[in-house]
């Protein structure tokens, strides 16, 4: 069975750091696209950055030049650095894993970020 594993959520001070980790099983890793997306109270989950097999990256606007999104295919596990973090950072952050060699979209089960004082 395919499942996501996510960890590294939690509570940060405004500028600070985390590291998100999301490792797969059931999957050609290599052979998939993932995503980190987020959701906020209220808000509609939206992408935050998204790493393809080849290695080529897109992230939205709000993040860019603040979030990382890495792989580590021998892993098996997609990561997303996070630094400068600020209050509008604050929410679930979830894994996504699209198959680039089937049709099929598969998510974590979505790890919590909190930003504040």
């Known amino acids: 069975q395919v499942q996501l594993v996510e960890s590294g959520g939690g509570l940060v001070q405004p500028g600070g750091s985390l590291r998100l980790s999301c490792t797969a099983s059931?999957?050609?890793?290599?052979?998939?696209?993932m995503g980190w997306y987020r959701q906020a109270p209220g808000k509609q989950r939206g992408l935050v950055a998204v790493?393809?097999?080849?290695?080529?990256?897109n992230y939205a606007d709000s993040v860019k030049g603040r979030f990382t999104i890495s792989r580590d295919n021998a892993k098996n596990t997609v990561y997303l650095q996070m630094n400068s973090l600020n209050p509008e950072d604050t929410a679930v952050y979830y894994c996504?894993?699209?198959?680039?060699?089937?049709?099929?979209?598969?998510w974590g089960q979505g790890t919590q970020v909190t930003v504040s004082s």
């Open positions: 996504k894993a699209d198959l680039n060699y089937r049709k099929a979209t598969y």
């Open positions: 059931g999957i050609i890793f290599s052979r998939s696209a």
């Open positions: 790493i393809r097999s080849s290695g080529s990256t």
